[in-house]
């Protein structure tokens, strides 16, 4: 089913929602991008998981970021539902006209749900094959392929009820204050213009590459006249 009553207007307001790690909220950028291309106007927000938000922060066609922090778990009962409940009614009163929700996780069903989006288009993910889930959704994209498809691919196709060009490049955005920050780490430690960046770990082990064979890369490297800079990240 194609949806075209969605006018390119000033004040159109779109949501998306994506709980996951920071990787996946990345490859949800393609997404972004061709919303923002078949709606300039638009306002387009998204719902992450706090941890990540740094991961859009910077993102130029992003307007808001709305964050669910795991810890709110540790808050106690009252205030953890406080909390949702706050974020609910933030999301209520924005009236959007489009929710877009990539997640599959009940919670996003109930989120989008709870907007009161006249549009809200949702993946038909085999394990929600449930008439709650189909309530909460206008309209579900079809997952019987994604399989054989890349992430961004499986992104882009929740893009299939409306009629938008898939724009399938991954952007990553900065603010200039991380590129300041950067360049004074590297001044601080002598690294001049040229260097290779290594990142060897990752919250996941089955990602990452064998140690041993690591360590002889950067040694092969460096051996070579490069100057190696080796990254990590929290969590």
């Known amino acids: 089913m194609m ?18 790690h920071h990787g996946d909220m990345l490859l949800t950028t393609p ?15 998204v719902l992450l998981y706090e941890e990540t938000r740094d991961m859009l922060a910077a993102h130029p066609a992003i307007g808001t970021i709305y964050g669910i922090d795991r810890k709110w778990k540790q808050l106690g009962t009252l205030k953890h539902l406080q909390k949702e409940w706050q974020l609910l ?3 209520r009163a924005q009236h959007y006209h489009l929710v877009i929700n990539l997640a599959d996780q009940w919670r996003s069903a109930i989120v989008t749900r709870f907007t009161g989006a006249p549009v ?9 094959n449930t008439a709650f889930w189909r309530f909460c959704h206008t309209a579900l994209a079809p997952v019987t392929n994604h399989n054989a498809l890349h992430t961004v691919e499986q992104n882009l196709s929740i893009l299939s009820p409306l009629s938008v060009v ?14 300041e920050n950067a360049r004074q780490k590297l001044a601080q430690t002598g690294v001049g213009d040229d260097y290779i960046v290594i990142q060897p770990t990752s919250r996941w082990f089955f990602k990452c590459w064998d140690e041993g064979k690591m360590a002889q890369t950067i040694t092969a490297l460096q051996q070579d006249g490069h100057t190696v800079v080796l990254t990590a990240g929290p969590g």
């Open 3 to 20: 949806m075209n009553n969605l006018p390119d207007m000033p004040d159109l307001r779109i949501l998306l929602i994506k709980l996951r």
């Open 31 to 45: 997404v972004i991008n061709s919303l923002r291309q078949a709606w300039p106007q638009a306002q387009i927000d």
């Open 89 to 91: 009614c933030a999301l």
């Open 120 to 128: 809200r288009i949702g993946f038909a993910f085999n394990k929600r």
């Open 166 to 179: 898939p724009q399938p490049a991954v952007t990553m955005a900065y603010r200039s204050e991380d590129w």
